[in-house]
């Protein structure tokens, strides 16, 4: 059974940063091909959710959100099986809830919806 884990999340001032980690059980994000991608979501109050980014088996890494290019970076450790999502300069507008998530058979960028999702870590910028 996949899961994922989501931690890291919590209050920090604009500037600041915060490293949420995705700990994955159920597949071998190494030596499966059933699933060969994590990505990052997050979700403001009354926003929609938005795709921030992808990691792929191979360590390749895709973000989709330009506000986050350059400030964000993702990263894996296959010996632990996880993946983090490192946030630097975090603004306010960042606040929200970070999700990870991953799919069989596809790859980052291919259409298709996510099946496996974590519980989310909440992620709050304030002064």
């Known amino acids: 059974q996949v899961e994922l884990v989501e931690s890291g999340g919590g209050l920090v001032q604009p500037g600041g940063s915060l490293k949420l980690a995705c700990a994955a059980s159920?597949?071998?994000?190494?030596?499966?091909?059933?699933?060969?991608?994590i990505a990052w979501f997050r979700q403001a109050p009354g926003k929609e959710r938005e795709a921030l980014s992808c990691i792929s088996k191979s360590g390749a890494t895709t973000y989709y959100l330009e506000s986050v290019k350059g400030r964000f970076t993702l990263s894996r450790d296959n010996a632990k099986n996880a993946v983090f999502l490192q946030m630097n300069n975090l603004k306010p507008e960042d606040t929200a809830v970070y999700y990870c998530?991953?799919?069989?058979?596809?790859?980052?960028?291919?259409?298709?919806?996510?099946?496996?999702w974590g519980q989310g870590t909440q992620v709050t910028v304030s002064s």
């Open positions: 159920g597949f071998s994000f190494e030596h499966d091909y059933y699933i060969n991608h």
């Open positions: 998530a991953t799919r069989p058979k596809l790859a980052c960028g291919d259409v298709g919806p996510y099946i496996y």
